[in-house]
């Protein structure tokens, strides 16, 4: 999915808030968005925007010295999602069928994102999950589908998308490894800080690796390219039986890539809104391979 031009305004403003935020000088400010929109023309236009984001954010970190923009906004988020981590587990355990009720849970979870979002508050996040979870609009036939694939599946890779919403990721894991004990599980994180996606640091501070192998994809962008990643997170991903992708960006780096993915993401851009016909904040749960 190339980078449509809304990505590119939407990638501007993201850098004029960057500089707004983190660079005082004018004359420095300038140069920086000068930059930025020669890395905008340059960069092919078939390649999909969370490439041009990551450009930006490096371009970013030369200007600053700042690695991690969002480092506070991560550990709040997941310290947010830890602290209602039992109640959301009642939640799922209350269900008919608990692995259905922690997809969902993971599916509302993706509300937590902080590129797609201008801000994103507390309450807002808690009742957007209880909201999406409530919800029964989900393809129970793909469900099945899904389910009958992970019972004959040996290796399963679950790409992660942002902090905070990696505790209900870790939820659905504890669902899947419960169900399926046979199944060796990886989970990927982004390679370097970008936006408020996950990093290694973030999945085993809220404990993803008590059901995966946590790896990191090689990559600081935040999506998977697989023309960035390392070639040891490309092994893992193509030995992988079945993909589970979380978030926007992963469905636009990944799409037509011809693996066994299945997306789980909230619509929340205009962009997405527009070319999936979707209500903001709709869940999207859609396999690659139909």
Same mark, same amino acid.
């Given at each position: 999915?190339?980078?449509?031009?809304?990505?590119?305004?939407?990638?501007? @403003?993201?850098?004029? #808030?960057? @500089?707004?935020? &983190?660079?005082?000088?004018?004359?420095?400010?300038?140069?920086?968005?000068?930059?930025?929109? #020669?890395?905008?023309?340059?960069?092919? &236009?078939?390649?999909? @925007?969370?490439?041009?984001? $990551?450009?930006?954010?490096?371009?970013?970190?030369?200007?600053?010295?700042?690695?991690?923009?969002?480092?506070?906004?991560?550990? #709040?988020?997941?310290?947010? !999602?830890?602290?209602?981590?039992?109640?959301?587990? !009642?939640?799922?355990?209350?269900?008919?069928?608990?692995?259905?009720? $922690?997809?969902?849970?993971?599916?509302?979870?993706?509300?937590?994102?902080?590129?797609?979002?201008?801000?994103?508050?507390?309450?807002?996040?808690?009742?957007?999950?209880? /909201?999406?979870?409530?919800?029964?609009?989900?393809? $129970?036939?793909? +469900?099945?589908?899904?389910?009958?694939?992970?019972?004959?599946? #040996?290796?399963?890779?679950?790409?992660?998308?942002?902090?905070?919403?990696?505790?209900?990721? /870790?939820?659905?894991?504890?669902?899947? /490894?419960?169900?399926?004990?046979?199944?060796?599980?990886? +989970?990927?994180?982004? =390679?370097?800080?970008?936006?408020?996606?996950?990093?290694?640091?973030? $999945? +085993?501070?809220? =404990?993803?690796?008590?059901?995966? *192998?946590?790896?990191?994809?090689? @990559?600081?962008?935040?999506?998977?390219?697989?023309?960035?990643?390392?070639?040891?997170?490309?092994?893992?991903?193509?030995?992988?039986?079945?993909?589970?992708?979380?978030?926007? =960006?992963?469905?636009?780096?990944?799409?037509? *890539?011809? /693996?066994?993915?299945?997306?789980?993401?909230?619509?929340?851009?205009?962009?997405?809104?527009?070319?999936?016909?979707?209500?903001?904040?709709?869940?999207?749960?859609?396999?690659?391979?139909?």
């Amino acid at each position: 999915m190339g980078a449509h031009v809304d990505c590119i305004s939407c990638i501007v @403003a993201k850098a004029n #808030k960057l @500089a707004d935020l &983190h660079i005082k000088d004018k004359d420095r400010k300038y140069r920086f968005m000068k930059e930025v929109l #020669k890395v905008i023309l340059d960069t092919e &236009h078939d390649r999909a @925007a969370p490439l041009i984001e $990551a450009k930006m954010t490096r371009l970013g970190r030369q200007a600053t010295g700042i690695d991690d923009f969002y480092e506070q906004d991560k550990i #709040k988020f997941n310290d947010l !999602m830890l602290s209602l981590e039992n109640d959301i587990e !009642m939640l799922i355990m209350e269900g008919q069928d608990p692995l259905f009720e $922690a997809l969902k849970a993971a599916l509302a979870g993706n509300i937590i994102d902080l590129s797609a979002l201008d801000s994103v508050e507390s309450e807002f996040v808690k009742s957007t999950i209880l /909201k999406t979870m409530k919800a029964q609009n989900l393809d $129970a036939g793909l +469900y099945n589908r899904l389910l009958d694939e992970l019972a004959c599946s #040996k290796k399963l890779l679950y790409l992660g998308d942002n902090a905070g919403e990696i505790v209900m990721d /870790k939820l659905l894991l504890k669902q899947i /490894k419960r169900r399926f004990p046979h199944l060796t599980i990886t +989970y990927a994180t982004r =390679g370097a800080p970008i936006s408020s996606d996950v990093t290694e640091k973030d $999945a +085993y501070y809220v =404990g993803i690796d008590k059901y995966a *192998t946590v790896i990191n994809n090689g @990559a600081d962008l935040p999506g998977t390219d697989l023309h960035e990643v390392s070639a040891a997170f490309r092994a893992v991903f193509e030995e992988a039986d079945i993909i589970i992708a979380k978030g926007q =960006g992963n469905f636009e780096t990944l799409t037509d *890539t011809g /693996k066994n993915i299945y997306y789980l993401f909230l619509c929340k851009c205009d962009v997405f809104i527009k070319k999936l016909n979707a209500g903001q904040f709709t869940p999207v749960f859609q396999a690659e391979i139909e």
